[in-house]
């Protein structure tokens, strides 16, 4: 890391004020009314899949997810999340993924943003991504694994420090599509989708984790990039 990036990182790491895990339930049920049996969904992660950036845990990321694939598979979905601001791929693989007290259809693993912040090596994501799908698939039928979230585009940092992660981010990506190959898992890489994260009313008041509007954003788009997978599989 350059120095300018450095010095950013360390301005960031003292006066970015990250959104806290918002309030509410963190399990429910999109289309309860539906007569047809429900998809039982898990997402397991960081601060997107905890929430953080909207009031309500009804405003975040899974259940997002769980209204467009009720739409798509014209089936109720039974959601859940377990997620934690800060969370590391190690910290699902040690701390989430037990929690899932449960077998699910579909699991959703979303972490990696939190592995670049604290600069752990692409041996230690290997590894941690590797064990943690392993857990994964003998608590879900499906596991979809996500890149990181698109850290390079959040305006509560530096440009130097942008274009660093965005290398990082690069690295991380590359490796996790070869270890879910590895594993037999679907890899959505999402750091390079677009999902309007170069908008303003993406992000939360904090500048860091997405809106509302952002999670809707990006639930649609992961909709988009597994409806033919989903509705071949799990309708």
């Known amino acids: 890391m350059n120095v300018v990036a450095a010095a950013e990182a360390l301005w960031a790491q003292h006066t970015i004020h990250l959104d806290p895990e918002p309030q509410g339930e963190r399990r429910g049920v999109v289309n309860a009314d539906d007569p047809g049996d429900a998809l039982s969904f ?3 992660g960081d601060s997107m899949i ?5 009031e309500n845990q009804s405003e975040g990321f899974t259940p997002a997810m769980a209204s467009v694939f009720s739409d798509m598979l014209d089936r109720p979905v ?5 997620g934690k601001l800060g969370a590391t791929m190690r910290r699902v693989r040690y701390r989430l993924l037990p929690q899932v007290d449960h077998h699910a ?3 959703v693993l ?4 939190n592995d670049l912040m604290a600069r752990r090596t692409i041996a230690q994501w290997r590894d941690d991504l590797s064990a943690s799908i392993d857990l994964a698939k003998g608590r879900a039928d499906h596991v979809v694994v996500f890149s990181a979230a698109q850290l390079y585009c959040s305006p509560s940092l530096g440009r130097s420090l942008r274009h660093v992660i965005a290398d ?4 991380q990506t590359q490796t996790s599509r070869e270890i879910c190959e590895q594993h037999g898992v679907r890899f959505l890489d999402m750091t ?6 170069d908008r303003d009313d993406f992000y939360a008041h904090d500048h860091f984790h997405p809106s509302a509007y952002g999670y809707r954003c990006m639930a649609e788009r992961v909709g988009q990039m597994l409806g033919g ?3 071949s599989e799990l309708r």
């Open 42 to 44: 898990v997402a397991v």
């Open 50 to 54: 905890a929430g953080c950036g909207v």
């Open 78 to 82: 039974d959601w859940r999340a377990v």
């Open 105 to 107: 259809d579909l699991m």
């Open 110 to 113: 979303c972490a990696g943003s």
């Open 168 to 171: 990082m981010t690069d690295e």
């Open 192 to 197: 390079h989708e677009d999902v309007h994260a």
């Open 229 to 231: 997978w989903m509705t």
